[in-house]
């Protein structure tokens, strides 16, 4: 029997086990949205449809799964593009339905009419335009491998109304093959070999891994490679989670604003193993200082991130977790070539280890409620169980300093793109994957309110988010650099905001607010316990900064410490 385009959509969601889509309506969604009212799938419509692509995100980062969102066309496709690209730069496997008008009129500016596929070209790893219908299941298949498979990304397939209503044949693909889309998994045995003679006639090494270690599931491997060799490892703030952060190798996060036992660890190492990283500016300061004496070993699965931006000596094309597991068989198989490698670096690890004792991360504890001593408080009170959703500016420094990730896919953040919205409604979508875990987005005053209309998300399907606003009064990231580049003329940032208490009741949410420390331990706990979403109002102190902190154009070695 034959079935309509729209039956068939909901027919292929379902072969590719998808259990979840977050939604937004419109005239030519119509067809899809009256078909999934008869299938299972979970059906969440958000207030906005920037929130429905960030919620599908924070869905992905959480559960590994592929995230999933469908649009209307027109606006509701241009209102996607944000969220792609926060997914693109961070490499997270989403799949975004746009729908569109009938293909007749497509280049006729017909009403709500907008080319997505060619806006969005940029910031997807690739995009279609469905037109025909007996294409629509190949096409579904191939986007959802091409966006999980290999270095994952955002796939977009725009599916105009007349298709959508068109009558076909449902028969699923079993496999895909692409030609000119074939990823390397493993990793050239030769290359390997060459990296771990390097690791081990070295005499200074620092293993500085990224959110690819995340991506493939590569947390353990990595773990037990550091320990098997003692090797210190710092992480990007996409890395965060990947590597235990309360572990007495972890060095903390590098870069702008990463620790100066990091930092100094780049900058004096003899030898960098990079993994799943990309040498992002925000991580590598003065790219012409970064790591002045070591020799780099790059392993990723995109080769078009080796050698980008920093030389590298031996690069290594495939999976993170496939190419330390044979790391690790090596290390086991060959025992003479590291018996004294731990012998040769003790000496380093001494030296890493008073950095670490000398230069903590610290705050003064005056002139009002520290940002970071919340932040602190919440990692006790959670033991670090919580999953962790940050916006984007202080709140997610501090969030990154202060907070210790210990398991992969906790923290859910814009690294690349720094999308502010984006913590609140990926928080929703990681609420969504884990109901029963406690999820909280660490926001600022500022970027709240970005995406706040959420919130009636959240409140209708009874997802109980916790929002900690560290209120400051500013755009504090701005605020600071106009404070310590800009002879403290705040233009544009300080910026009035609403009582968050009464506009979270007004959604039907808790409101709770907090002044002062002695506040703090109790209003989170009762907040914490809460099954309703909360926003948790913190007051802090307004001239508060993120140190450390390395000024644009300086190298790693130069931070501004207070």
């Known amino acids: 029997m034959k079935k309509t385009g729209a039956q068939i959509f909901v027919e292929s969601l379902i072969a590719e086990g998808i259990d979840t889509i ?42 590994g799964k592929v995230g999933v969102s469908l649009v209307t066309s027109g606006p509701g496709a241009t209102n996607t593009v944000t969220g792609i690209a926060t997914a693109y730069m961070d ?42 219908v007996k294409d629509l299941t190949r096409i579904i298949k191939e986007a959802f491998h091409i ?5 994952p990304g955002p796939v977009l397939v725009d599916i105009p109304k007349d298709v959508s209503a068109s009558l076909g044949e449902f028969k699923y693909p079993d496999k895909v093959h692409i030609r000119s889309y074939q990823p390397t998994y493993f990793g ?132 993170t977790k496939n190419v330390l597991h044979k790391m690790l068989e090596i290390i086991a198989e060959d025992k003479e070539s590291f018996k004294d490698f731990q012998t040769s670096t ?17 705050y003064q504890r005056n002139g009002g409620l520290k940002p970071q001593y919340v932040i602190e408080r919440i990692y006790e009170i959670t033991k670090g169980k919580a999953i962790i959703a940050t916006e984007v500016g202080q709140n997610q420094m501090w969030a990154a300093q202060f907070y210790k990730f210990l398991k992969p896919r906790t923290m859910l ?40 209309q959420e919130l009636a998300t959240a409140v209708q399907h009874k997802l109980p988010v916790k929002v900690v606003i560290l209120n400051n009064g500013f755009l504090g990231m701005v605020r600071q650099w106009q404070e310590l580049f800009y002879e403290k003329r705040y233009t544009w940032t300080c910026l009035p905001c609403p009582d968050f208490v009464k506009v979270a009741e007004a959604y039907g949410a808790a ?36 140190y450390p902190m390395v000024p644009a154009g300086a190298s790693l070695k130069e931070m501004l410490l207070v």
């Open 346 to 362: 003790d000496e380093w690890r001494k030296k890493v280890a008073k950095w670490k004792k000398d230069f903590p991360l610290t």
């Open 91 to 132: 490499s997270i496997p989403l799949v975004i339905f746009s729908c569109q008008v009938n293909t007749a009129l497509i280049g006729n500016d017909a009403f709500q009419e907008a080319d997505i596929v060619g806006i969005t070209r940029p910031c997807t790893k690739h995009n279609y335009l469905v037109k025909d």
């Open 188 to 319: 050239h045995t030769g290359q390997i070999q060459r990296a771990m003679r390097e690791i081990a006639s070295a005499k200074r090494p620092v293993l500085y891994t990224g959110g690819g270690i995340i991506l493939s599931d590569a947390s353990h491997e990595l773990t037990k490679f550091a320990e098997a060799l003692s090797i210190p490892v710092t992480n990007t703030l996409m890395g965060l989670g990947g590597f235990p952060g309360n572990h007495h190798l972890f060095l903390g996060m590098l870069g702008m604003h990463g620790t100066y036992a990091a930092n100094m660890a780049i900058t004096e190492s003899d030898l960098i193993i990079a993994m799943g990283a990309r040498f992002d500016d925000r991580a590598t300061g003065k790219t012409d200082e970064f790591a002045p004496h070591a020799r780099v070993i790059h392993v990723d699965i995109d080769p078009t991130s080796i050698s980008k931006n920093i030389k590298v000596d031996v690069p290594i094309v495939g999976d």
């Open 511 to 546: 409101g709770y607010r907090i002044d002062k420390e002695e506040e703090v331990d109790m209003v989170l706990k009762e907040a914490f316990r809460n099954n309703q979403p909360a926003f948790i109002d913190v007051h802090v102190d307004p001239l508060e900064c993120v």
């Open 413 to 452: 953040t814009s690294g690349g793109l720094g999308t502010m919205g984006y913590g609140f409604p990926a928080a929703i979508g990681a609420q969504v994957a884990f109901p029963k875990s406690l999820v909280i987005d660490i926001a600022g005053d500022g970027s709240i309110q970005m995406n706040i």
């Open 22 to 63: 977050f939604c937004y309506p419109g005239g030519a969604t119509l067809y899809i949205t009256d078909a999934l009212g008869d299938c299972d799938i979970r059906q969440i419509v958000v207030r906005h449809e920037q929130g429905a692509v960030h919620a599908s995100d924070g869905y992905a980062r959480a559960s």
């Open 147 to 151: 966006a999980r498979s290999g270095r």
